[in-house]
């Protein structure tokens, strides 16, 4: 398709590897290097004179500043931005290399402060009519070998951030350095490259070949000393690149490489980097500033390095031209046969194979690639060896099971320079889209006070170890309430939190169970029409809990999900629903309307509650599905959709009236606390209201006539027409305490036969059972 080519680039090399290192495999820490300043004596005075617009120009030198000494033997030109203004500076007392310095203008002030010198400007020009003039080498003197001129290349990447304003360039260590040589008709043969794969300078070298690069630099800046053409040096601190295994030093090197073009025209379609980006545009990301994140690394990402040279890895079974660097015309087949021996004999078949065994009297004309592929290639193309690819093309180990693209990827935050990010180029350039439909990006667990887990620090906690002690529900629950967009927190005092928060959930659905037991939706189930209203309520506020739950879901947002299902459990069921219906469920007649009511209910709310649960406490909703459905011939509930609920064509309605009744209840909980502290009343069956009101208030709570004590948990509640706010009036009762209900009532053992029970009670044990119409 065009995507691939083989070229001499500077890559990122590790000499511990002795290979090229993708992008993803270079990590950066700090390193303390020599900070030098350098001259470059001026060669071509008579060109400085007429671009400074002088008569003439004495002995000087342009400056350059560069943290890696190890490169100056390899310099090869100097680069200056063609809009910057840059002076020549005179010296009050000349050095080695003459009076004059040049440098940027804006620089001028900071570096003659730092250098411990005095001097002034004579001269400025703008650094476009620098353009093509020559300095000498700093080491022109010190060695024959160096007796060499640099160039200015003009370049639009120079900075005044730091330095001089004027970058060494050598080419073979720097990619802005190779692209402006190459720019500027440097060829790949004219590039200097003395830094072998290991580390060490070539022997040919002058000064210091055979030495390692690092040990190198102080003896470069000795070296420089003794030319007379440093300035000035200290060390410096500062973010460098580093193996990612080895946390070792990497460098940018020029080496011959299969590269997959960024930029390059393929033969149809756009370039890899506009498909690329396209293709972000297109995909879903959890969280939504994934795609900012993959989108800057793509758009500023260079050609990516294919090739490694490392004895294990996918071989890049090539047969290359020894003299045109051409692939073999029948390369597809070619590598076809590669790939059956290896899969018969190993990766030692390609290792070992005699290219006359496949080209015959060709194998003389050609030479066998030593390269293997960059492992992220490998990761890459699991689209493809799994998947099986756009169109099942590719033998997929999962194609008959799988579809392509993926629904989704997901993975660490890391994996945005890794596994997305070659997924993405390898699905673009297969396919001309991503592999995936959707990127979901997670954290890391850190300990509670947010520190990376370390066996030193001895803050790891074993996700094993958690699972045995706690149980394998409470490790998905800690996973699923924690936000994963960032780092997640970890620690004995966070479980504990988590176990407290199961518990509610186990406690609640135990009520739940144990209040179904007797009930079967065949027979017992009320029709909706004639569900008590709060009934009602309760399956508006369920279908209003399970619309945020699966709503969540969809986003893969599930802390929220479970934040919700929590508080269901605990304030709308647990501390209101539920706690109203135990009189209804406990004193009610066994199969009387009130409790079916209920039951019905339950029903509804235990099998949604379940089901959304099931994902998450996968454990704890598939043991409490078995007991729902003892003795009844059901599968799984991973079998199961989410539960379908009675609709309630006045849901908004009820929403409004019963989210008042709820904030009037909460003010006379309160109420009711302040008479229990006094030592009043003990609970809150022993108290009596009175609840003065107005206007909506007032129509609401009447409306609920007797069955609002039940609502308020009291064993009277009466509601007065009054103007102003709403008013709570608390009183101790009277009554006698029925030991069945434990409602105080004046009723109480009218029944002489049953003298401990109220009225209601004796109804609903030996009578028609008692009737209620809305809790």
């Known amino acids: 398709k065009g995507y691939v080519f083989r070229g001499l680039k500077p890559v990122n090399w590790c000499f511990d590897c002795g290979s090229a290192l993708a992008e993803a495999e270079v990590e950066y820490a700090d390193r303390k290097d020599p900070s030098i300043y350098v001259a470059f004596p001026f060669n071509d005075t008579a060109a400085l004179a007429n671009a400074f617009n002088m008569p003439a120009v004495d002995a000087g030198a342009l400056v350059i500043w560069t943290t890696t000494p190890w490169t100056i033997p390899s310099n090869q030109a100097l680069n200056i931005h063609p809009e910057f203004e840059y002076s020549l500076v005179e010296l009050d007392t000349p050095r080695e290399t003459g009076s004059l310095l040049l440098l940027a203008k804006d620089r001028v002030e900071a570096c ?21 003039i020559t300095f000498h080498h700093p080491l022109h003197q010190a060695h024959e070998g160096y007796n060499r001129l640099s160039p200015v290349y003009l370049g639009d990447y120079v900075t005044l951030d730091s330095g001089t304003g004027i970058v060494h360039s050598a080419p073979a260590y720097g990619v802005e350095d190779f692209l402006s040589c190459k720019a500027h008709g440097l060829t790949d043969d004219d590039i200097l490259n003395p830094v072998m794969g290991d580390g060490h300078y070539a022997a040919s070298l002058p000064l210091f070949g055979g030495q390692l690069i690092w040990k190198a630099n102080p003896v470069i800046v000795d070296a420089l000393k003794l030319a007379g053409t440093l300035l000035h040096t200290s060390p410096m601190s500062h973010s460098y690149m580093h193996c990612w295994r080895h ?57 990516w390095t294919l090739s490694r040279q490392r004895q294990w890895g996918v071989p890049m079974a090539f047969f290359v031209h020894r003299e045109t660097g051409e692939l073999h015309p029948r390369t597809v087949e070619l ?16 290792q070992t194979l005699d290219p006359a065994e496949l080209l015959g009297d060709e194998a003389a004309l050609y030479e066998k690639n030593r390269d293997t592929l960059d492992v992220w290639f490998d990761s890459g193309t699991t689209h493809a060896t799994v998947l099986g690819g756009q169109d099942h093309n590719v033998k997929g180990s ?48 850190v300990d509670g006070k947010g520190r990376k887990m370390s066996k030193s620090v001895g803050n790891v906690i074993a996700p094993q170890k958690v699972s045995d002690s706690l149980g394998a529900e409470i490790l998905r629950l800690w996973t699923a309430s924690t936000d994963y967009s960032g780092e997640l927190s970890i620690s004995d005092e966070i ?68 934040a919700r299902l929590q508080i269901f459990c605990s304030e709308d069921l647990g501390a209101f629903y539920l706690d109203i ?94 008479v229990r502290t006094a030592g009043s009343i003990g609970s809150s069956l022993a108290a009596e209201i ?44 009277e009554h006698a305490k029925c030991e069945r209900c434990w409602h105080h009532r004046a009723d109480v053992g009218v029944n002489p036969d049953h003298p401990t029970l109220c009225g209601r009670c004796d109804d609903n044990l030996h009578g028609q059972g008692e009737t209620r119409h809305h809790a």
């Open 690 to 733: 009175d609840l003065h009101a107005e206007g909506q208030d007032l129509d609401w709570l009447q409306s609920l006539g007797d069955d609002l004590r039940f609502v308020l948990i009291v064993s009277r509640a009466s509601v007065h027409a009054a103007s102003g706010e709403l008013r709570i009036q608390v009183q101790p009762t």
């Open 247 to 303: 946390k070792t030093p990497v460098i940018f090197r020029a080496t011959s490489q299969w590269f997959a073009g960024m930029d390059i025209q393929p033969k149809e379609g756009p370039t890899l980097r506009e498909s690329a980006l396209a293709g972000i545009d297109n995909t879903e990301f959890y969280p939504a500033w994934g795609r900012a994140r993959l989108h800057a690394m793509i758009a500023n990402r260079p050609d």
């Open 335 to 350: 590598l076809e046969e590669v790939a059956r021996r290896v899969e018969k004999s190993g990766i030692e078949a390609w």
């Open 581 to 674: 219906l135990k009189d209804r469920l406990y004193t009610t007649g066994g199969s009387s309307l009130a409790r079916r009511s209920a039951q019905t209910a339950l029903y509804h709310i235990t099998h949604t509650l379940l089901r959304l649960m099931a994902p998450i406490l996968s454990f704890t909703a598939e043991e409490a599905w078995k007991d729902l459905n003892a003795g009844k011939d059901v599968q799984t509930i991973f079998t199961e959709v989410f539960h379908t609920l009675p609709a309630q064509a006045d849901g908004a309605a009820l929403t409004e009236k019963w989210a008042r009744i709820r904030a009037i209840r909460a003010e006379v909980m309160k109420k009711i606390e302040d």
């Open 112 to 132: 003659l402060q730092e250098w411990g010198l005095n001097g002034r400007i004579i001269a400025t020009t703008q650094g476009k009519a620098l353009d093509r």
């Open 495 to 562: 479980l504990k939190r988590v176990v407290e928060g199961y518990r509610r959930i186990r406690n609640t659905l135990k009520f739940l169970l144990g209040n179904l037991a007797d009930f079967n939706v065949e027979t017992d189930a009320v029709a909706d029409g004639d569900l008590f209203e709060i009934d009602r309520y309760a399956l508006v506020m369920t279908q209003a809990m399970q619309d945020s739950v699966l709503a969540s879901y969809k986003k893969y947002e599930f802390h929220p999900a479970v």
């Open 398 to 445: 999962h194609a008959d099971d799988l579809t392509w693209p993926a629904d989704l990827y997901l993975e660490g935050s890391d994996q945005h320079r890794g596994w997305f990010h070659s997924s993405l180029l390898t699905g673009c350039m297969l396919y001309g889209r991503p592999p995936y439909k959707a990127l979901l990006t997670h954290g890391f667990v």
